[in-house]
């Protein structure tokens, strides 16, 4: 019955019948990376030099992507709305972070600078999966700080400024890092 409507599919291996569900594909991370690369590594090629654009994409996939952060995550995104950004601010960021991206998970996250009016921090990224070598996958950082300045935007109810400030590329992946600033509020 479940056949005939459409939710599985038989796969047949040898002798047995695999049935898989229609509605969820559990694709490997790997491939999915891989394809994810390969569509960065065209777009910088075909657009050189438009990463703001590909930051204003991001802001808009952020209203399209389904997020799940846990409620501990949104209780204390609301906790920052209206209050200066503060040492546990900007620790939440980091855990924040890795629940909207999704391919790199492991990446390292520090807070290199706060400024003394509690509106902006600097954070450096390092053992990001996209700084291997070269640059070819750097638009990926623009489309998440469009992400993560769309929804900072929408949960604090406050104007954010999110960008890239410098990015370093080394042979080896541990010495590379980009640094991204986050502003909240009128910083003045």
Not at 52 to 58: A, C, L, N, P, S
Not at 144 to 158: H, K, N, V
Request: charged fraction near 30%; include cysteine; proline fraction near 3%.
């Amino acid at each position: 019955m479940l056949e005939l409507k459409n939710k599985i599919y038989k796969k047949k291996i040898g002798a047995y019948s695999l049935y898989i569900s229609s509605e969820e594909t559990n694709l490997p991370k790997s491939l999915i990376l891989s394809y994810y690369k390969a569509l960065l590594k065209g777009l910088r090629e075909n657009f050189p030099n438009k990463e703001e654009i590909f930051k204003k994409i991001g802001r808009n996939q952020a209203n399209l992507i389904k997020f799940s952060f846990s409620p501990n995550i949104y209780k204390q995104l609301k906790s920052l709305k209206g209050n200066p950004i503060s040492r546990v601010h900007l620790e939440l960021f980091k855990e924040f972070y890795a629940a909207y991206d999704v391919f790199q998970p492991n990446v390292e996250i520090s807070i290199l600078d706060v400024d003394p009016k509690g509106q902006k921090a600097v954070y450096r990224f390092k053992n990001s999966i996209f700084l291997d070598d070269d640059d070819l996958y750097i638009y990926h950082i623009y489309l998440m700080t469009g992400i993560t300045q769309s929804i900072l935007e929408r949960e604090l109810e406050e104007d954010v400024i999110c960008k890239v400030e410098n990015y370093h590329i080394s042979d080896d992946r541990k010495d590379s890092y980009f640094d991204v600033s986050i502003v909240i509020g009128n910083n003045d």
